[in-house]
């Protein structure tokens, strides 16, 4: 099915809940990091190359689910728009909603022979490897996940999803007054303890005394139950931690609620949902989904893409609202609390720097 053209604008302003999430393996191909630049993510953020207008280009965009309000998902559609429209080409985008879909729009899209085919999360990983090697004139890149040995026309862009959970851990050090922390997350596989694991240690680094607790949601709807992640959320909240992030992607907008509800503070994930409860949650861990795949499109458009490149921190493809310059804006709680806000801005320095070294739970 092809999804005409939205509003995406809007549709990203209105910030809510959403995020998806890769599973790249626990033996990973190695990856070059994406060109450094000064610039601070944003969820929005126009490419950082400027280039005249290339022959027109063709693309086509399959999302693992319906786009409806995942953002992670919705800026994967917006990234590749903004290609097509800079070089003067085509954009579809085909959205599933089971194994059998996504069979049918890869296979649809290949036989649109576009000039590339953009994939996103661990849920099309293995397909992704399998159409690759299956069809190796047509180029694919696939966002947040890749398989071990990518063939030659498979390009990956990966996130250190690690770095931003730990400084969402640090602010959560300083302002957890319970000493108890905790996280709602969708799965538990190995991959999420990037976000669950990073986010503890983060705030064990302030404070070591701090305990930590997580939940999953699991079910047929992992990414899109919030009345599940709520109830999980109010019973962990009961058990004593007064910080949980959320790592629900659709499901968030439960945990919203019963911070609402219960009065416990918590965390976003990969664009600002901050405006979805003002007053309830801290920071977000950012993705900048768009502009991951406009560099990764850019570059195997233009022939210098490696196999597999990661973005964190210093490339800009991940960060903190903390870190933003639109922060007083953000409505997030992190804004009221200035001296945290510069402790967090010396750890991601460090971080860059290499100066702090976030270790990254996927590899042990």
Same mark, same amino acid.
């Given at each position: 099915?092809? !999804? ?31 060109? #450094? ?31 409806? =309000? ?9 990234? &590749?728009? !903004? ?6 080409? &085509? ?10 879909? !996504? ?14 085919? =953009?994939? &996103? ?32 026309? @498979? ?19 300083? $302002? ?17 303890? !990037?976000?669950? %694991?990073?986010? #503890? ?34 019973? $962990?909240? #009961? %058990? ?24 416990? $503070? ?19 861990? $950012? ?13 195997? @458009? ?25 922060? #007083? ?6 804004? *009221? ?22 270790? *990254?739970?996927?590899?042990?």
């Amino acid at each position: 099915m092809t !999804r005409p053209l939205k509003i995406l604008v809007l549709v990203l302003a209105l910030a809510v809940v959403g995020a998806a999430c890769g599973d790249s393996g626990d033996d990973a191909p190695a990856t070059t990091a994406a060109p #450094a630049t000064t610039a601070a993510p944003t969820t929005t953020a126009a490419p950082t190359t400027t280039m005249a207008p290339e022959d027109p280009v063709s693309l086509i965009y399959v999302s693992p689910n319906p786009l409806g =309000v995942n953002n992670f998902l919705i800026l994967g559609e917006v990234g &590749t728009q !903004r290609v097509a429209e800079r070089r003067g080409g &085509t954009w579809k985008t085909f959205e599933s909603v089971d194994d059998s879909t !996504r069979r049918a729009n890869i296979e649809a899209a290949i036989d649109e022979a576009p000039d590339v085919i =953009v994939l &996103t999360t661990f849920t099309l990983v293995e397909m992704a490897d399998e159409y690759s090697k299956a069809n190796p004139d047509q180029k694919f890149i696939i966002i947040d996940a890749c398989p071990d040995e990518p063939a030659p026309n @498979l390009h990956c862009g990966v996130f250190r999803e690690h770095e931003g959970a730990f400084l969402l851990g640090v602010m959560a050090g300083h $302002l957890s007054e319970a000493k108890q922390i905790g996280s709602v997350v969708a799965l538990d596989i190995p991959f999420f303890k !990037r976000w669950w %694991q990073s986010f #503890a240690e983060g705030a064990q680094s302030v404070d070591p005394a701090i305990e930590n607790s997580v939940v999953f949601i699991a079910g047929d709807n992992p990414f899109s139950d919030p009345a599940r992640a709520k109830e999980l959320a109010l019973s $962990l909240a #009961a %058990q004593g931690p007064d910080h949980i992030f959320a790592v629900g992607a659709g499901s968030n907008g439960g945990i919203f609620e019963a911070a609402a509800e219960a009065g416990f $503070l918590s965390y976003g994930v990969d664009v600002n949902e901050c405006p979805s409860a003002p007053g309830y949650i801290i920071d977000n861990n $950012l993705k900048v989904v768009d502009a991951v795949v406009e560099q990764l499109l850019d570059q195997v @458009l233009d022939g210098t893409a490696g196999p597999v490149v990661s973005f964190g921190l210093s490339e800009g493809g991940t960060g903190v609202m903390a870190l933003q310059p639109g922060l #007083a804006d953000s409505e997030c709680v992190i804004a *009221d609390h200035p001296d945290i806000v510069e402790e967090v801005r010396a750890v991601a320095d460090g971080i860059i720097d290499g100066s702090i070294v976030v270790n *990254d739970p996927l590899f042990g």
